[in-house]
């Protein structure tokens, strides 16, 4: 692993895009791409002590997801629970928080039962591991929006406040794999000012080695901020 240096990205958020596709080419069903894309999710998080990153945010269920086939959603929904039942006590264990962004209370009681009990255990966690769910970005500032309206003047402080991530550092590299170039409604209040690196390589094949290169990647960036 690289040194970590002040040119380290903090906070790293991941659109996790490629599951479909990945089994496609490999003539599988969406639902193996989707649970090899767990597991590359799973490796990752293990592999981030001595990167510098000290919040990782995953995009894992959008609030425009819903559109997708019956059986695909139910397939997801199962995943994200036997992924709860497996790995929390290894969250616990290696001192990850887990923070959940987007409306997921509105997610199948069961499942929020889960979250509430997963956040509660994880809460001393030193690095954080954020996942979104039932998230959509402009949902999200509008509500902010509304909140700030509710106190008195909208500024973009207010808004900030309001926001899911309040507590969490500015997002500082954004990486979207499979080679799609878009946003897609993922904390776009958040990326004002971070850098973007968009790879080819499918979700699933993403390695801890394509992050490394991503935060060397980002190393070399020099970050203005709107100034020269």
Same mark, same amino acid.
């Given at each position: 692993m690289s040194q970590v240096s002040e040119t380290s990205a903090r906070h790293v958020a991941i659109i996790m895009d490629g599951n !479909?596709?990945?089994a496609k080419r490999r003539a599988l069903p969406r639902a193996m791409g989707h649970k090899r894309g767990v597991e590359a999710v799973r490796t990752l998080v293990r592999s981030l002590q001595g990167t510098g990153v000290e919040c990782l945010t995953l995009y894992a269920f959008s609030s425009e997801n819903w559109k997708r086939p019956e059986e695909e959603v139910s397939d997801l929904m199962n995943l994200m629970r036997n992924f709860i039942r497996s790995d929390l006590d290894e969250f616990v264990e290696n001192g990850v928080?887990?923070?959940?962004? !987007?409306?997921w209370r509105a997610l199948a009681p069961d499942i929020v039962e889960m979250l509430e009990d997963a956040l509660e255990r994880t809460a001393n966690g030193?690095?954080?591991?954020a996942v979104a769910l039932?998230? !959509?970005?402009?949902?999200?500032?509008a509500a902010a929006a509304r909140a700030a309206?509710?106190?008195g003047e909208i500024t973009p402080e207010a808004i900030e406040r309001h926001l899911f991530t309040a507590d969490l550092p500015p997002v500082d590299l954004l990486i979207r794999t499979s080679g799609e170039v878009r946003l897609s409604n993922f904390l776009l209040w958040q990326m004002a000012y971070a850098e973007m690196l968009f790879v080819d390589t499918l979700w699933p094949d993403f390695t801890p080695e394509h992050l490394q290169?991503?935060?060397d990647d980002f190393a070399t960036r020099e970050r203005r901020f709107g100034g020269r």
């Open positions: !479909g596709r990945w928080r887990l923070k959940i962004v !987007g409306d030193s690095h954080t591991v039932n998230y !959509g970005s402009q949902q999200e500032i309206a509710a106190e290169a991503a935060l």
